[in-house]
């Protein structure tokens, strides 16, 4: 019945434009171009939405039987002035570029997109849902550009193989051409493809004209081979060699099942061209998010997207890809003293990983299996030598099926399992866990969606993984004042569930809303292959845009956003409300600038004590502002600034700026540089127990200083070189020692009471950490999907305490400390059978 229902909300849409491809014989020629029918029918797109472009834009389509021909002639009445860049592969710019997008299997939610600048420079993406692209898919295909007196032009060759599509005698592809113009800051498109929808690929036109029964290669095997070398300080530790080199081999595996299904598989999957994470230091009781960045993972993730918690950082949810290959989480547990030395593995070796995405019908399907071999670590202590398992084998399966709908809408499911080897001798981590949830996404009038989801997890163990389960951050069951949840020592399994309604208006040139309900029960955990901050939490979101993508005389466009947000417990404590306004704008000559200004209500926080009562926190006010200039220069800026402060004395400050210098079209340097500054004076420090428990705070004065320095410069659209680099430091200083007294008092001389504490007992909890970490990578596509990487990584780590923070000192003894180098050298090569 709500199959039906959804179907006959269905909204009835207006006819499509329409191209027609022309079947040629290759080498193509003029002559097959002439046969081609050419369509020119371009409307703006920005700035002035549906309005007659300022040049000119044509395009033709052939095909033959392996292959899809476009050929786009971008006239411009003054073409000296035509912008382009040359960088790296899938680097964008603020230049001209020519974008073909095609919906090769027609379901008006997914689309492949080819792109090219008049350098030559390549992009290509996937599109998915409609609205949302991955950046990170990689094709096999060829562009040839040129330039003449008229403007400039490209011709695409797009290999069928790497499309998926239906075989048909008769065929038809969704298909769009957009086209930007780097000075004018303006893009028009073939058909319309409106600012003011809430849908992209459904707005595509149509491709009429195909035969494309004809059988396409179905594999793809990229075999690869690398050497590497590390060197680094041995620190007196007998069991880490100063020079240790090594090697591998592998094999990615790309497999078209059927028309609409891809298996994609890595056999010892190598990463070693990725750049690095940038340091943190992480106060909070929190773990902190990374970025997924192998490209493995990274291609086709949208596939697999079950948010659960979407702010402005990243999404937690179901499965994130980051736990697939982690740190040894029992790196913690190793031994340590005066005589003892360990070496470890930084993280788990992933033996295998295959996925199955694509499309059945009406179902969006992706399924992903992995493993990863047992980690041990080396212990010497004294002259005993043994090993210590830190990570249990372990198979992760992921599996995520959506029902999609021709008015966008959809309905959909995920499962997840993580089994661990029981015979490791790891009892420490849980032996399986399952985790599964059911979401929808209800268009209604094609402005309205009615969306939300519901999650569960079931957690099994021994004992000790369970009862250390229940003790960590997500959870804190041993809380004294916890009511809705028990700390059981006995408990071999932990269950919980969470779920969210919402309701928005997605579509309109003018208002934009949410509205979102959600909770999540005490057991809730879906950190074993999933993300998620915590549990046992209930919240209210509401956010309301007023926004207009048209320009007037001083503005491209502008938008104006209030938030409200609240939180609680399950025992209904308070842990925060609050709500802001910030708005954002450009101007016409593509300077942008924006701010906002908040406020949080005084609440509680029931993990300041990690795992101890509850928190009194004051409320604060905070603000912020942005600016960015016109990137289209060769020298640009961006801005970002930020503070706040509470009535207990918390104050903290950022400063961020940041240039972007392109000297000549193939160079660009990006170097920027973020301040902080943090006082806080109740920063938790530990529980020190003697004949009762101190819940000990301090007074906390920290700052930071990161420098980011990118470097990009590209021989050719295939030969680029690629720096990165980044010294950090952070200290803080802890004095004016307290204890927590009466954590719900709202007067702050009795919510805390001095405490004398013994820093030669317990340790100084001063810090002082200075880390750099380069990666630096020449990348050459020697031919169509085969690439040889020469990469140096970097890293230094310095976390002596002098006292104090002092930024030329400190950053002066990052390199102090002897560096840790890999060289790495890998080959691939692509084949399609």
């Given amino acids: 019945m709500m199959f039906a229902a959804l179907a006959l909300a269905m909204t009835t849409a207006a006819a499509p434009a329409v191209a027609t491809a022309a079947r040629v014989v290759a080498p193509l020629s003029e002559e097959s171009w002439r046969a081609a029918v050419p369509v020119d029918a371009f409307v703006q797109r920005e700035p002035h939405e549906a309005a007659a472009p300022s040049q000119r834009t044509e395009f033709r389509v052939a095909y033959d039987a392996s292959s899809l021909f476009v050929r786009v002639h971008a006239f411009d009445s ?5 912008v382009t860049y040359l960088t790296r592969r899938d680097l964008d710019s603020p230049c001209d570029w020519i974008h073909i997008l095609i919906d090769s299997y027609h379901d008006k939610r997914t689309a492949y997109e080819f792109a090219v600048n008049p350098s030559g420079v390549k992009i290509d993406r996937y599109w998915y849902n409609d609205n949302n692209r991955d950046d990170s898919w990689d094709a096999v295909w060829d562009v040839s550009v040129s330039r003449d007196r008229q403007g400039w032009s490209a011709e695409f060759r797009i290999p069928f193989s790497q499309l998926r599509f239906n075989p048909a005698a008769a065929s038809t592809f969704g298909f769009a051409v957009t086209r930007q113009i780097g000075r004018l800051n303006e893009t028009s498109t073939w058909p319309l493809l409106a600012r003011s929808d809430n849908g992209y690929v459904s707005s595509f036109g149509e491709l009429g004209g195909l035969a494309t029964a004809a059988a396409v290669k179905k594999l793809e095997l990229v075999p690869y081979a690398l050497a590497n070398l590390t060197r680094q300080s041995t620190g007196g530790n007998p069991l880490i060699k100063h020079a240790a080199p090594d090697g591998a081999l592998g094999v990615d595996v790309k497999y078209a099942l059927t028309p609409g299904l891809t298996f994609t598989g890595s056999i010892n999957p190598d990463f070693g061209q990725v750049e690095a994470d940038p340091a943190v230091v992480n106060l909070t009781a929190f773990e902190t998010f990374f970025a997924e960045r192998r490209p493995f993972f990274v291609e086709g993730s949208g596939n697999f997207n079950f948010g659960t918690d979407c702010g402005d950082g990243g999404c937690g949810g179901l ?34 990983a295959g996925k199955l995405t694509g499309r059945v019908g009406a179902f969006s399907i992706g399924v992903m299996q992995a493993f990863t071999q047992e980690e041990t670590a080396r212990v010497l202590i004294g002259p005993i030598a043994s090993r210590q398992t830190i990570e249990p084998s372990t198979s992760y399966t992921v599996g995520r099926v959506r029902r999609e709908f021709a008015n966008q809408s959809s309905i959909g499911m995920m499962l997840t399992s993580t089994n661990r080897s029981a015979d490791s001798g790891v009892t420490l981590l849980a032996d399986r866990a399952v985790t599964g949830g059911v979401d929808w996404d209800l268009r209604l009038k094609k402005r309205y969606a009615l969306a939300g989801y519901w999650v569960g997890s079931n957690i099994h163990g021994a004992p000790e993984a369970i009862d250390r389960l229940q003790e960590n951050s997500r959870h804190y069951f041993q809380r004294p004042d916890l009511a809705s949840a028990t700390l059981d020592v006995a408990r071999t399994s932990l269950t919980g569930d969470g779920a969210q309604i919402a309701v928005s208006k997605i579509g309109g040139e003018r208002v934009r809303f949410n509205a ?24 209210v979101n509401n ?17 104006l956003n209030f938030n409200q947000w609240a939180q609680w417990n399950s025992d209904g404590d308070l842990l925060g409300s609050g709500g802001n306004v910030n708005g ?14 908040g406020v949080q209500a005084t609440a509680v926080d029931d993990r300041a004590t990690r795992g101890g009562p509850v928190v009194l926190t004051r409320g604060f006010t905070e603000s ?9 220069r060769t020298l640009s800026l961006n801005h970002f600034t930020g503070g706040g402060r509470n009535a207990d004395g918390a104050s903290w400050f950022e400063f961020s700026p940041g240039v972007t210098y392109r000297p000549l079209p193939a160079i660009t340097f990006n170097p920027s540089i973020r301040y902080a500054r943090n006082i806080f004076d109740a920063q ?5 127990t003697d004949a009762s428990n101190h819940y000990v705070f301090a ?19 295939n030969l680029s070189l690629q720096l990165y680099a980044q010294p950090f430091v952070s200290a803080g200083g802890y004095d004016r020692f307290k204890e927590l007294a009466d954590g719900r008092s709202l007067d702050y001389a009795a919510r805390y009471r001095p405490y004398a504490y013994d820093v030669a007992a317990n340790g100084d909890p001063d810090f002082n950490v200075k880390s750099f970490r380069t990666t630096n990578v020449v990348r050459w596509e020697y031919k169509p999907g085969s690439t040889l990487f020469l990469v140096w990584q970097q890293a230094r780590e310095n976390d002596r305490v002098p006292g104090g923070f002092r930024v030329g000192r400190d950053l002066h003894d990052i390199f102090g400390v002897a560096p840790r180098n890999v060289f790495l050298v890998k080959f691939a090569y692509w084949l399609n059978y």
Avoid: C
């Fill in 699 to 717: 007074h906390l004065d920290q700052t930071t200083v990161a420098v980011t320095l990118r470097f990009n410069y590209t021989v050719s659209p």
């Fill in 684 to 688: 938790w420090v530990e529980q020190v």
């Fill in 584 to 597: 954002g704008l450009t101007l016409l000559n593509n300077w942008s600038m924006g701010g906002g200004i």
């Fill in 516 to 539: 979102a309900v959600s909770f999540k029960s005490p057991g809730l955990d879906m950190n074993d292959v999933g993300f998620m901050r915590r549990a046992d939490q209930r919240s």
């Fill in 624 to 632: 912020w502002g942005w600016v960015n200039s016109d990137n289209r």
């Fill in 543 to 559: 956010w309301l845009q007023v926004r207009s993508d048209r320009p007037n005389r001083w503005f491209r466009n502008r938008n």
């Fill in 78 to 82: 003054d073409p000296d002035k035509i």
């Fill in 319 to 352: 499965f994130y890809t980051r736990r697939i290959g982690r740190s040894p989480q029992g790196s913690g547990d190793l031994p340590s003293g005066d005589t003892t030395y360990t070496d470890a593995p930084v993280q788990t070796t992933i033996l295998g």
